[in-house]
């Protein structure tokens, strides 16, 4: 190359991680044009190379001969990591993508179907707004891959440089880790498991159920909604673990067994409802503790679809509790399915 760096051939092939150090610099020209700065920080990494390297371990990238970049963690990894849409983040993910030659050098490019975006020019990512990163590949004289990650975080509001050194191993000392997350999506309703709820947590959901539908009959009267409401059905992820700010919820609805128009949920649904979703959250995770699957990061996650039928006066559940919950909190179309599986089971001839 004309610069005098490296090669896409002196890189082919497997690097683990060994040591990392950062720098930092905050804009202070308020009100300025900061735009050339933070162009040159991005483009042209001036500051000298740190020789504070800390030892980290657990990465490992491999770079194939078409420039093809893969890199993943052995092990559960603490360091200050910029992910692929430019957001900080010490619980560390890395992403594929590709080994490009850009401006006089070698960039690593994050695929654009992780999240981030990449730039017209081609080896600018992030999150197509504020924030951008260019990660430079060079070696150093001993031969060691050295990572630079340049950050422009909101526009110049930040800039970051972090370094990442790796070192060339015939073969990766730990295998890819199989990842939970990566299971595939159930395809029917009959492989969740019926889940026993105790009798106050389902009056509870019955009541907030009830009282739902009753709202909604209200509030439509004046719009021409004559669509018989005959019950709910809900689909929802649970997932708890160290990092999450306690449980997070991410409900589906198929209000009215018979086909009413909409499939988002009744507005808001009201405390009743909540507290009653939360009692049965807790109930799941502590009923079935043994069968609920972790993630890499020692998150746990349970899909759910909940049905109550009006004319029962019953509440059912369902759950995926193993690794089909995770590929089911990936595909919503998966979801789709099963909340219209489980609406339609045992319904006899109602239409």
Known sequence: MSDGGPALEDLTGYWELEACSEARELCESEGADTGPHVRGWL???????????????????????????TEYATRRMRMPWWDSEVTLDNRCEPFDGEVVHRAGALYHVPDEDQNGEVEPNGYHYGNGSDCFATARLTLDEAGRLVRTVSVDFESGFLLARLWYRYVRVNAPTRPRPRRVEDAPAPSSIDEAVVVSVPGDIASALAAAYRATIVDHRIAGEGYGDTTAVTGVVEYADLTRGPGREGERLTARSVPGLSGLRCTTPFGAPGKALEEARAQLGDHLFEAHADAIAADWWDTRRISVLTRYREDAGAVEVRAFLGPAAWGLGREFEAQKKLLAQFAGSDRGSEG
Not at 45 to 53: R, S, T
């Open 43 to 69: 483009d042209d990494p001036a500051l000298p190379e740190p020789g504070d390297f800390r030892p980290v371990s657990g990465f490992v990238l491999h770079v194939a001969p078409d420039g093809r970049a």
